[in-house]
C-alpha cells in the first residue's frame, strides 16, 4: 500500500488585489495524482486568516506567486510569511504568465465534462491562477491529459477554519516527512487503520476539512455507527473484501495516461470479482440504518457493478498467465492463433531434434537439456560429468558455442534454422500480441469513468469503516457525540470523561478523564495550576475532541454534546517563529492578533500561557484585555490556560468567565500531580516544588525557597502598611504641598539644599496620594 501522504502532491497559484479595503484572493489547485482542478475566489482579513485555512484545506505542497522585482509590499511578505509557516515551496513566476485569455479553450481542453464550467469562468480572480497553474505544469502538451480532469469549485463555508498554529497545537498530522503514517502522535496516525490507499489519501482532507452542516455530520456518525454496533459486519468487510482493493488511483493514472500493462487489467479484473461480493454482504445489514447504508452505498455499487459485467468477462476471456507473464490468448484472435500454432509446431520440432542428437551422441536425457537465451535461441547444454562424451562433437557436425565450468552448450546446422524460423514467428507473434494489447488496454481504459465513480464509494466505505475501527479499539471506546447547530442560544460544549486521543494510547499512560462545560452564560474557561500538572493537555483535548465531532468521528468521551464551531484558532506556544528571526512575544501577539480579527462567537479558541514574553506587569495587563475582549466582546467558546493567577480575578467581575485549576499532592516535602480539573482558581504556586522534580541542586531549592519567603513577606508587610497608614484628607495634603512649596520659594540656592528639597519633595509624593494627584493636575495645566 503506498503512502497516503505523499503520493498526491497539489500545486496551487494565487493572485490579489485590494478590494473595499481588503484583499481578495484568487486561488487555484491541481491535484496531479487524481486530476482534480479547483478554484475559489475569497475576501480575507488583516491576518489572511481564509488563505491560510484555505493551504491547509487543499493540503498544498507548492504555491506560485507573481514575480517580485522589488522589496516586498507588508502584504506580499505577509503572504510569504504565511507560506512558509504551512511549509508551501514558493515559486515566483513571471506576471505574463497569469494571462487567461485562453483559459476558456484550455479548460475545454483539460476536462472531462465542461458543462459546468460557466460559472467558474466568471471568477476574474481565479482564472488568471488557473491559467498561470496550467502553464506552469504544461498540462495541455500532454494528450494523455485530454478531458481527464474535474473542476471543483471551493467553498471555505462549508468547512470549519483552521490555522496552522491549531494544526500544530493538536498535532493533527505528522510533522516529520520522515515519521510514520500510523504512528500515534498525530491524529492522522491514530485514525489511519484505512486498508486501500484512496482512503489514507482522502482522510487528510476530512481531518483538514471538518464539516459544519449538521445534517452532513450526522449522516456520517449515522454511517459509522452501522459498524460500531456490529463488530463481525465491520471486520469481516475490512479484512476479507478492503484489504486485497488495489490502489485505484495508481490504477486509473496508469490507464489515461496510456501507461497500463496487462498486468493491472488482471488485478483490476480480480478487484472486480470482489464487488458482487461486497454488495451482497452490504445487502445483508438489517440494523437501524438500513435504508442510508441502501442508499448511500449499495444501491450505487449495484448500479457499478452491472457496468463491470462485460469488462470482468472481457479480461477473463482475453488474458492467460504464463509463469510471470500476462499475455493475450491465442484463442481470443484468430491470426494470433494462427501464429500460435506455427509457433507450436516448431516448438515440437526443436524437441524431435534434441532427441535426435541425444540418439546420434547416445547421452541420456539425465545429463543434457534444451535450454535457450535472447542470444543464441534454443541450444543444448551437457554438463561437466560428460565432457568426454563430446570429443567427436566436430565430426558429427555439431559446434561447441560455450564451454565453463557447468557444462558446455552446443548446437547445429538444424537447430540453427529451427532457431531462425522460431525467432521469425516469434517477432510476428509478439508484434500481433502488442496490437492486441493496445487494443485491448484502451477498450479496458474506457471504463475509467465507471472506475472513478467506485472509487468514491469504496473510499468513503474504507473511512467509515476505519473510524469505527478506532472508535471500537480505543482502551476505552468513544462515543457518538450530539452535534447542535451553530446557534448563539443554546451554544454548548459538554463532555463527560473527556480523555486526548493520542494520549491515552501511549505506552505505560493511564489517562485521567475530565469534565468539560461551557454555554452562552460561561464561554471562558481560565484554568491555573503547576507546570506539568495538565493544563495544556486539558485545553488541547477539547480542540481534538471538537474536530473529531466535527469530522463525524465518534469521541474519547462516556458523553458529548458540541455546538458546531466556524473555526478552531490556537495560540500555543511558539512554534518555528524563532526560526525565523521573530520574537517569541511577537509571535504570540501576531498570532493573537489573528484571533481576535477572525473570532466570531461560533468559534472555538485555546490559548496557552499568554504573556510569557515580555514583563510581567505588560505581560499580565495584555492577557487580561485579550481574555476580556475573547469571553465579552467576541463571546466565543475559550479555554485560557495562564500562570497570571491574578487573571482568575475577572471570574468575579464577568459572570460568563469560570476558574479551574489543576490538583496536586504537596504532603511530605514533595508534590504529586493529580491531573484531575477542578472549580476555581489555584491556591499557590508550585515552582520551586517543580524545580525539586527536575533535580535542581539543594542548595539553589533551598535559595528559591527563602527568597520566595522573603518576597511573600514584603509584599505582605507592604499591604498591611498601606491598610494602616492614617486617612490623610485632600486638605491636610494640600496644607502640606503649599508648606513644602513655601520652603522650596526661600531656600537658598546651594546644591545641597536643593538637592535636599528635592528628596522631601520626592518622599511626600511617593507616600500621598493626594500630593500625587496634585503635582499630576499641575503639570497637566502647565502642558
Known amino acids: 500500500m503506498t503512502d497516503g501522504l505523499k503520493d498526491a502532491p497539489v500545486v496551487m497559484a494565487l493572485s490579489f488585489n485590494q478590494e473595499g479595503g481588503r484583499i481578495k484572493f484568487g486561488c487555484a489547485y491541481c491535484n496531479t495524482t487524481l486530476r482534480v482542478l479547483g478554484v475559489s475566489e475569497f475576501t480575507d482579513g488583516d491576518q489572511f486568516l481564509n488563505l491560510e485555512t484555505f493551504i491547509i484545506q487543499i493540503g498544498a505542497k507548492e504555491c506560485l506567486v507573481p514575480a517580485v522585482a522589488r522589496q516586498p509590499t507588508a502584504e506580499e511578505q505577509q503572504i510569504f510569511d504565511i507560506l ?35 460559472a467558474e469562468l466568471e471568477l476574474k480572480m481565479a482564472m488568471p491562477s488557473m491559467a ?25 463555508r462549508r468547512f470549519m477554519k483552521l490555522d496552522t498554529a491549531a494544526v500544530s497545537a493538536l498535532n493533527l498530522f505528522p510533522t516529520d516527512q520522515h515519521s510514520s503514517n500510523r504512528s500515534n502522535t498525530s491524529l492522522y496516525g491514530l485514525m489511519n487503520r484505512c486498508q486501500t490507499a484512496m482512503a489514507q489519501r482522502t482522510l487528510r482532507q476530512w481531518i483538514a476539512q471538518p464539516l459544519i452542516d449538521v445534517q452532513e455530520i450526522s449522516k456520517r456518525q449515522d454511517l459509522v455507527e452501522i459498524f460500531t454496533d456490529d463488530v463481525l459486519f465491520c471486520t469481516s468487510l475490512r479484512d476479507d473484501i478492503l484489504r486485497k482493493v488495489p490502489d485505484l488511483d495508481t490504477i486509473l493514472k496508469k490507464m489515461q495516461r496510456k501507461r497500463s500493462k496487462l498486468g493491472d487489467a488482471v488485478d483490476l479484473g480480480r478487484f472486480l470479482g470482489y464487488i458482487p461480493q461486497l454488495v451482497d454482504a452490504l445487502r445483508q445489514y438489517q440494523g437501524r440504518h438500513q435504508a442510508l447504508l441502501q442508499s448511500e452505498l449499495v444501491e450505487p455499487l449495484e448500479e457499478i457493478s452491472s457496468y463491470f459485467e462485460d469488462l470482468q468477462t472481457l479480461i477473463e476471456n482475453t488474458l492467460e498467465q504464463s509463469g510471470n507473464e500476462v499475455l493475450i490468448q491465442p484463442s481470443f484472435d484468430d491470426d494470433l492463433e494462427q501464429l500460435a500454432e506455427q509457433k507450436r509446431k516448431l516448438e515440437y520440432d526443436v524437441n524431435k531434434a534434441y532427441k535426435q542428437m541425444l540418439s546420434d551422441l547416445d547421452i541420456s536425457d539425465k545429463f543434457c537439456k534444451v535450454d535457450k537465451n535472447s542470444q543464441n535461441g534454443f541450444y543444448w547444454k551437457i554438463n561437466r560429468t560428460k565432457g568426454n562424451e563430446l570429443t567427436n562433437l566436430t565430426k558429427k557436425s555439431y559446434e561447441v558455442i560455450l564451454t565453463n565450468k557447468s557444462g558446455t552448450n552446443f548446437t547445429n546446422k538444424n537447430l540453427k534454422r529451427l532457431n531462425q524460423d522460431y525467432s521469425e514467428l516469434l517477432k510476428a507473434y509478439m508484434q500481433r500480441q502488442s496490437d492486441l494489447e493496445q487494443k485491448f488496454l484502451e477498450t479496458v481504459a474506457s ?264 518576597l511573600e513577606n514584603f509584599t505582605e508587610a507592604e499591604k498591611e502598611s498601606k491598610r494602616v497608614q492614617p486617612n490623610v484628607s485632600a486638605a491636610q495634603s494640600k496644607a502640606l504641598l503649599d508648606a513644602l512649596l513655601r520652603e522650596f520659594s526661600t531656600a537658598d540656592l546651594k546644591p545641597e539644599t536643593i538637592q535636599s528639597l528635592f528628596c522631601k519633595v520626592e518622599s511626600q509624593v511617593n507616600e500621598d496620594e493626594h500630593i500625587r494627584s496634585l503635582v499630576l493636575q499641575s503639570l497637566e495645566c502647565e502642558v
Do not use: W
Open 447 to 710: 471504463y475509467a469513468p465507471v472506475l472513478e465513480d467506485i472509487k468514491y464509494y469504496l473510499t468513503n466505505l474504507d473511512l467509515y469503516i476505519c473510524f469505527a475501527s478506532v472508535a471500537m479499539d480505543a482502551p476505552t471506546p468513544y462515543v457518538r457525540p450530539t452535534v447542535l447547530a451553530m446557534d448563539a442560544d443554546q451554544r454548548q460544549c459538554c463532555l463527560k470523561g473527556a480523555r486526548h486521543p493520542m494520549l491515552e494510547v501511549q505506552e505505560g499512560c493511564t489517562f485521567i478523564p475530565n469534565d468539560y462545560a461551557m454555554d452562552r452564560t460561561g464561554n471562558m474557561l481560565l484554568i491555573t495550576g503547576p507546570n506539568m500538572g495538565g493544563k495544556s493537555t486539558y485545553i488541547r483535548t477539547a480542540g481534538v475532541i471538537q474536530l473529531m465531532a466535527q469530522i463525524g468521528m465518534p469521541v474519547p468521551c462516556t458523553a458529548a454534546t458540541l455546538s458546531v464551531c466556524d473555526a478552531l484558532l490556537a495560540r500555543v506556544g511558539a512554534t518555528d517563529y524563532q526560526i525565523r528571526g521573530v520574537s517569541t512575544f511577537m509571535a504570540e501577539m501576531l498570532e493573537t492578533s489573528a484571533i481576535l480579527s477572525n473570532a466570531t462567537e461560533h468559534s472555538f479558541i485555546i490559548v496557552d500561557e499568554l504573556g510569557r514574553g515580555t514583563s510581567t506587569y505588560d505581560g499580565f495587563g495584555l492577557a487580561y484585555a485579550i481574555c476580556e475582549s475573547i469571553a465579552c466582546e467576541i463571546g466565543a467558546f475559550c479555554l485560557f490556560a495562564t500562570h497570571f493567577h491574578e487573571l482568575t480575578h475577572m471570574a468575579s467581575v464577568h459572570g460568563n468567565v469560570r476558574n479551574l485549576h489543576v490538583t496536586a499532592d504537596t504532603s511530605n516535602d514533595s508534590i504529586t500531580m493529580l491531573y484531575q480539573l477542578q472549580p476555581g482558581p489555584c491556591e499557590k504556586s508550585f515552582g520551586i516544588h517543580v524545580a525539586e522534580l527536575a533535580k535542581f541542586p539543594p542548595r539553589i531549592v533551598k535559595t528559591a525557597k527563602r527568597k520566595a519567603a522573603e
Open 132 to 156: 498561470a497553474l496550467v502553464r506552469f505544469l504544461d498540462l495541455l502538451s500532454d494528450e494523455t491529459n485530454n478531458e481527464q480532469f474535474k473542476l471543483r469549485r471551493e467553498d471555505l
Open 84 to 118: 512558509q509557516r504551512t511549509n508551501v515551496v514558493r515559486t515566483e513566476i513571471k506576471k505574463g504568465d497569469y494571462s487567461s485569455k485562453d483559459i476558456q479553450q484550455d479548460l475545454s481542453q483539460l476536462l472531462a465534462d465542461t458543462t459546468t464550467v460557466m
